[in-house]
């Protein structure tokens, strides 16, 4: 089992430049979750996806998009990337661990836009 | 108000010691809580759920005080491994409803 997996690892984009962020899952759940931590700050949720063919907005869900492709993919697609993007993005996905729904963070997409 | 304070830290504690670390929550409808784990440059990892009546799990344990509305988690015998940063999170109910704390981070000193 690898878990949850995140592609790319680092990226680094200009101001205005789009790219989409990664993230599987092969543990077999339905709840998949983007989130981006910032110094200080501890991790926000973007957007998440109680199962497949829904998604909902997080706490920060301004200016990103997703798509919950299949039972196994969640990606994060950031249209025109801003400084303020910076940040590390992790994906997560939940089950049931004795009698309590846990989230599995991948490794996380450390982003620098300039 | 933030949902989750904890106190950032650091914590350098020698090896072998004994360390607290507390967290107070602001919606005291809050369901479940747990403490994640982050070592630098990774992902948090849940280190261990907290239920009502305390619970333990090796050198560590955790306490859950809904009057108060805080959390602790207690280190024992202390090693340097268990350097890292501990993240508070608390649920309001539904796993799209978790809140983070910023983290307070422990150094383990040889």
């Known amino acids: 089992n690898a878990g949850v997996t995140q592609t790319p690892k680092f990226q680094v984009l200009k101001t205005g430049q789009s790219m989409t962020l990664q993230c599987a899952q092969d543990m077999n759940h339905n709840s998949m979750y983007w989130y981006r931590q910032d110094p200080g700050m501890g991790l926000r949720l973007i957007y998440y996806s109680a199962s497949e063919g829904t998604t909902d907005k997080g706490e920060v869900p301004n200016g990103y998009n997703v798509s919950r492709l299949n039972k196994r993919e969640f990606s994060l697609r950031l249209e025109s990337a801003a400084p303020s993007q910076t940040s590390v993005y992790f994906c997560?996905?939940?089950?049931?661990?004795?009698?309590?729904?846990?989230?599995?963070f991948g490794p996380g997409t450390r982003l620098l836009v300039l | 108000r933030k949902e989750v304070e904890q106190d950032p830290g650091p914590f350098n504690v020698p090896e072998g010691a004994t360390v607290a670390f507390n967290c107070t929550y602001s919606?005291?409808?809050?369901?479940?809580f747990f403490w994640y784990r982050q070592d630098c440059r990774k992902e948090p990892k849940l280190l261990m759920s907290v239920y009502s009546s305390g619970n333990e799990d090796g050198r560590f344990t955790a306490q859950l005080n809904r009057a108060s509305q805080y959390i602790s988690l207690l280190i024992r015998d202390s090693k340097l491994s268990d350097s890292a940063t501990y993240l508070c999170v608390v649920n309001h109910g539904g796993a799209n409803n978790l809140f983070f704390g910023t983290g307070t981070r422990l150094t383990v000193i040889p």
């Open positions: 997560a996905s939940s089950g049931w661990t004795v009698g309590q729904e846990t989230q599995y």
């Open positions: 919606n005291s409808a809050s369901q479940s």
